[in-house]
Nanobody, 115 residues
Framework: QVQLVESGGGLAQPGGSLRLSCAAS????????RAWYRQAPGKQRALVAL???????NYADSVKGRFTISGDNAENTVYLQMNSLKPEDTAVYYC?????????WGQGTQVTVSS
């Protein structure tokens, strides 16, 4: 069973930056997309950013121009560079990988933006 492991979360000040990483414990073939979701307390999990196997990206309006998603197909990793962080970015961030067989989720990493 392939597992996804996120890292890079933590505490950042408003205006600061964090870089999240998500690594797969094994090889995932036939990937359609990699994505980052987030879930704030009392809210539903929502898409933050997505990158397809072809390299196309899609972002939530609230993070456009501040966050950048990238992926390394050879190493089965996906990154989320988060700049100009705001308190409303505080949430648990989850990575997701979808291939022709399944949808994989990580365990989540906490991001807290506070002064």
């Amino acid at each position: 069973q392939v597992q996804l492991v996120e890292s890079g979360g933590g505490l950042a000040q408003p205006g600061g930056s964090l870089r999240l990483s998500c690594a797969a414990s094994g090889s995932i073939a036939s990937i359609y997309s990699r994505a980052w979701y987030r879930q704030a307390p009392g809210k539903q999990r929502a898409l933050v950013a997505l990158i397809t196997s072809g390299g196309s990206t899609n972002y939530a309006d609230s993070v456009k121009g501040r966050f950048t998603i990238s992926g390394d197909n050879a190493e089965n990793t996906v990154y989320l560079q988060m700049n100009s962080l705001k308190p409303e970015d505080t949430a648990v961030y989850y990575c997701n990988v979808i291939n022709k067989f399944s949808s994989y989720w990580g365990q989540g990493t906490q991001v807290t933006v506070s002064s």
